[in-house]
């Protein structure tokens, strides 16, 4: 494990489940108990802050994660710093050796 992930800031990453809603349909949310508690090294990616009132501040991050987490897509959610973030892309799987071997998320924060 690297030492930014090791020694890195806490973060809770929740799960996906799929479930029924009332209509019959199936949707995938983010499971309400249980989520992941991990120790994540966070990479600043872009962020745009809103000048005028209307416009939306946008707030992109890395997250690198170790690589045994589970059930975790886009319509998971991530709590970091105080603030709620979506993912915003698929996780990406990087293998290499043991020590190496991680996830990353892309994580926006929500408004």
């Known amino acids: 494990m690297s030492h930014q992930r090791k020694r890195g800031q ?5 799960k996906t489940v799929q479930t029924t809603d009332r209509r019959g349909n199936h949707v995938t949310r983010a499971e309400p108990s249980g989520p992941h508690e991990v120790r994540a090294a ?3 990616q872009r ?3 809103a000048e005028v009132p209307g ?7 890395r997250m690198i994660v170790p690589p045994d987490l589970e059930d975790v897509n886009l319509w998971s959610r991530v709590e970091w710093n105080g603030r ?10 990087h293998h290499g050796t043991r020590r190496t071997r991680h996830w ?7 408004p």
Request: aromatic share 12%; proline share 9%; no cysteine.
């Open 84 to 93: 709620q973030w979506d993912v915003v892309s698929p996780p990406q799987y």
């Open 10 to 14: 806490r973060a809770r990453v929740w």
């Open 42 to 44: 966070f990479i600043p």
């Open 55 to 61: 416009q939306q501040q946008i707030n992109v991050t």
């Open 47 to 49: 962020s745009a802050r």
């Open 104 to 110: 990353s998320l892309d994580i926006r924060e929500r």
